[in-house]
C-alpha cells in the first residue's frame, strides 16, 4: 500500500515537471477568477484574451521554431513594424488589399531568410545578427513612413467580407482561427515530419545532427524564414484587430514572444520543447497582462513584473531539466 501511495506521488510530480505550463495557466486563471471577483471571466473578456493571445501565439510559432535549433530572433517585433510600414506604402500607392497583405507579409520573410543566411553561414551569433537586423529594420520603417498612426480599414473590411462567408464563425474570430490552425499545423510538423525531426536534432547537439545527415545550414535559413512569415502574418492579425497602427507599434512582442516559448517548455538551449507549450504559454502571457489591468497594476512596472516572472521560469526550467537528468542518471 505505501509502495502504491509513492508511486502515485512521483507520477504526480511528474505530471506538473512535465506539463508546468498547463498547471501555470489553470492556476493563473484561478487566481484571476477570484481576485477579480468573476470580472475575468465574462465572455467579453475572454473574447479580448483570445484575439490578444492570437497574434502574439502567431508571433510566437517563428520565435519557437528558432529557438528550438538553439537560437533567437531579436528582430520579430521590428519586422511587425515593417510589415506595417510596407502594408502603408502599398496602400498610399492604390494598391488593393490582397496584394497589400501579400507584400506585407513577403517583406518580412525576405528579412527572416536573410537573418537565416547570416546565422547559417557566418560564425556571428544569432544574437548579435537579429539584433543588428532589427536595427536596421526599425530605422527603415521611421525613415519610409515615419511614426504617424496608419489606418488599415480596408484590410479590415476586406478580411470581414470574406469571413462574413462563414455563417457561425464570424469575422471577430479570424485571427483565432489563423492561430489555431498554425499551431496544430506546426504541432504535427514538429512531431511527425523530417523537417520537425532535424530541427529538434540540430538543437540539441548540431555537430551530431550535422555528421548524422542533417543538413544544419537549411534548418536554419528555414527557421528564421518561418519566424519572419509568422511575425508578417501576426502583425497583419494585429492590424485588423486594431483597425489601425504605426510601423513603431509593437515592440512588446519581442519580449513576450520569447516569454510565451519558454513559459511553454521550450529549452533555451534548443532542442526541447513543444508547439503546443507554446500555444499555452501565449495564452498565459496575456491572462496574465490582462490580469494586471483588471487589478489596476501601473502599467509602468508591468514589464518588470513580465520580468521577473520570465527569469523565474527560466531558473525553474532548467532545475527541472536537471533532476530530471539526474533521476536518469540514478536508473543507470
Known amino acids: 500500500m505505501e509502495i502504491t501511495k509513492k508511486a502515485r506521488k512521483v507520477d504526480l510530480w511528474d505530471f506538473i515537471r512535465s506539463n508546468n505550463h498547463l498547471v501555470t495557466l489553470v492556476t493563473l486563471m484561478i487566481i484571476a477568477t477570484i481576485v477579480t471577483k468573476?470580472?475575468?471571466?465574462?465572455?467579453?473578456?475572454?473574447?479580448?484574451?483570445?484575439?490578444?493571445?492570437?497574434?502574439?501565439?502567431t508571433i510566437a510559432i517563428g520565435q519557437t521554431l528558432v529557438i528550438l535549433t538553439a537560437g533567437i530572433d531579436l528582430c520579430v517585433a521590428a519586422n511587425v513594424g515593417f510589415t506595417v510600414a510596407m502594408m502603408s506604402l502599398s496602400l498610399r500607392m492604390g494598391i488593393g488589399p490582397?496584394?497589400?497583405?501579400?507584400?506585407?507579409?513577403?517583406?518580412?520573410?525576405?528579412?527572416?531568410?536573410?537573418?537565416?543566411?547570416?546565422?547559417?553561414?557566418?560564425?556571428v551569433p544569432p544574437f548579435i545578427v537579429t539584433l543588428a537586423t532589427s536595427m536596421i529594420i526599425w530605422s527603415t520603417n521611421l525613415a519610409a513612413v515615419g511614426a504617424h498612426a496608419t489606418v488599415f480599414y480596408e484590410i479590415?473590411?476586406?478580411?470581414?467580407?470574406?469571413?462574413?462567408?462563414?455563417?457561425?464563425?464570424?469575422?471577430?474570430?479570424?485571427?483565432?482561427?489563423?492561430?489555431i490552425f498554425f499551431s496544430i499545423f506546426?504541432?504535427?510538423?514538429?512531431?511527425?515530419?523530417?523537417f520537425g525531426h532535424n530541427v529538434y536534432a540540430t538543437g540539441?547537439?548540431?555537430?551530431?545532427?550535422?555528421?548524422?545527415?542533417?543538413?544544419?545550414?537549411?534548418?536554419?535559413?528555414?527557421?528564421?524564414?518561418?519566424?519572419?512569415?509568422?511575425?508578417?502574418?501576426?502583425?497583419?492579425?494585429?492590424c485588423y484587430?486594431?483597425?489601425?497602427?504605426?510601423?513603431?507599434?509593437?515592440?512588446?512582442?519581442?519580449?513576450?514572444?520569447?516569454?510565451?516559448?519558454?513559459?511553454?517548455?521550450?529549452?533555451?538551449?534548443?532542442?526541447?520543447?513543444?508547439?503546443?507549450?507554446?500555444f499555452i504559454g501565449s495564452l498565459v502571457m496575456i491572462i496574465l497582462v490582462n490580469f494586471m489591468n483588471i487589478a489596476n497594476v501601473n502599467p509602468f512596472i508591468q514589464q518588470s513584473i513580465i520580468g521577473g516572472i520570465f527569469i523565474g521560469f527560466v531558473y525553474a526550467l532548467d532545475r527541472v531539466r536537471t533532476l530530471r537528468l539526474m533521476k536518469l542518471y540514478q536508473k543507470e
Open 186 to 194: 506546426w504541432i504535427l510538423i514538429l512531431r511527425y515530419s523530417t
Open 98 to 123: 490582397l496584394l497589400t497583405m501579400a507584400i506585407g507579409i513577403t517583406a518580412p520573410t525576405v528579412v527572416g531568410f536573410l537573418n537565416g543566411q547570416l546565422v547559417a553561414r557566418t560564425m
Open 156 to 179: 479590415q473590411e476586406y478580411i470581414n467580407n470574406i469571413m462574413s462567408f462563414i455563417p457561425i464563425v464570424g469575422a471577430q474570430a479570424f485571427p483565432a482561427i489563423v492561430w
Open 38 to 57: 468573476g470580472i475575468f471571466i465574462k465572455p467579453s473578456n475572454l473574447s479580448s484574451i483570445i484575439l490578444r493571445a492570437s497574434i502574439l501565439g
Open 241 to 278: 484587430k486594431l483597425g489601425g497602427t504605426n510601423p513603431v507599434a509593437g515592440k512588446e512582442f519581442l519580449l513576450e514572444s520569447i516569454a510565451a516559448t519558454v513559459i511553454g517548455g521550450t529549452s533555451l538551449y534548443g532542442g526541447e520543447g513543444k508547439m503546443f507549450g507554446t
Open 204 to 238: 540539441g547537439k548540431e555537430k551530431a545532427a550535422f555528421f548524422s545527415g542533417v543538413k544544419v545550414k537549411r534548418v536554419k535559413i528555414l527557421v528564421y524564414t518561418f519566424s519572419g512569415l509568422f511575425a508578417g502574418i501576426g502583425s497583419l492579425l494585429y
